[in-house]
Nanobody
Framework: QVQLVESGGGLVQAGGSLRLSCAAS????IGWFRQAPGKEREFVAT????????FYADWVKGRFTISRDNAGNTVYLQMNSLKPEDTAVYYC?????????????????WGQGTQVTVSS
């Protein structure tokens, strides 16, 4: 069973930064998603199991960076220039198939989520 544990969420002022971590029990393609109250869960970014391929949602616009550590089992989401509309629960997800994907249905395992709140 794949285990994913997110951490690093919290409260930050607009314009600030946070780094989220996703500790996985193995090496997988990992995606970050977020869900704001009353909204659908949406794709943020994904990184390949090798770490050399990444893909972002258009709205990220260079503010967020996804990466993974050298061992490969921890994935990070560096979030800069945060806005109040970035407030959401952020989830990481793992995909068994080693191809990048942006749809929720493409991911097989999910973490419990970490809350990010950006104050204005």
């Amino acid at each position: 069973q794949v285990q994913l544990v997110e951490s690093g969420g919290g409260l930050v002022q607009a314009g600030g930064s946070l780094r989220l971590s996703c500790a996985a029990s193995g090496r997988y393609n990992i995606g970050w998603f977020r869900q704001a109250p009353g909204k659908e869960r949406e794709f943020v970014a994904t990184v390949s199991w090798t770490g050399d391929q990444t893909f972002y949602a258009d709205w990220v616009k260079g503010r967020f960076t996804i990466s993974r550590d050298n061992a490969g089992n921890t994935v990070y989401l560096q979030m800069n220039s945060l806005k109040p509309e970035d407030t959401a629960v952020y989830y990481c997800a793992a995909r068994s198939i080693r191809l990048l994907a942006t749809m929720r249905s493409n991911y097989d395992y999910w973490g419990q989520g970490t809350q990010v709140t950006v104050s204005s």
